[in-house]
């Protein structure tokens, strides 16, 4: 029987939910039993061997559903490998450099001894909820940046981890 994956995830457009998406896509391709699910949605983590946790970064700040999933169910995920995964910079740096997690998102992976933490490009697109956004986009500061290549290979990474193979 395939190791069994949570990909859970907090977004507010739609960007981190993509991101996760390909992220369980790939670890099917490689084996793994994997599904990507708002976090909000999921009301337990016990069927699941291994868990990535990813969530949209605002103001400095983890998306609020991803900070409560993990808060909600912080005694199971210490006991099952757990990845974390961050998106948000409007601009290429995330693919240039390693971007630290946030502060919240560092303490939460010290006591829950996440095994890795990502950020990857976030994406703002016309239409996208919330005021900050709205200006941001006016103020013509959007776009795609999101490397899909670069998902795609933390993914495979994570898939051939000794803990899930």
Not at 66 to 72: D, G, Q, S
């Amino acid at each position: 029987m395939p190791t069994n994956v949570l990909v859970a995830y907090g977004t507010t457009n739609g960007s981190t939910a993509e991101i996760a998406g390909t992220i369980a896509e790939v670890l099917r391709e490689e084996g793994l039993a994997a599904e990507a699910l708002p976090a909000a949605a999921v009301p337990s983590v016990a069927a699941y061997d291994a868990v990535v946790v990813g969530g949209g970064l605002y103001a400095g700040h983890w998306h609020k559903v991803a900070r409560r999933f993990v808060r909600r169910h912080r005694q199971d995920l210490a006991r099952r490998p757990l990845w974390f995964f961050s998106s948000g910079p409007l601009d290429a740096s995330a693919s240039e450099r390693d971007i630290p997690p946030v502060p919240g998102v560092m303490r939460a992976m010290s006591r829950l001894d996440v095994r890795e933490h990502v950020t990857f490009g976030g994406c703002l697109r016309e239409g996208a909820k919330g005021w900050v956004a709205r200006m941001i986009l006016r103020n013509g500061k959007g776009g795609d940046f999101r490397d899909f290549e670069r998902i795609r290979a933390w993914a495979v990474r994570i898939a051939h981890e000794p803990a899930l193979v």
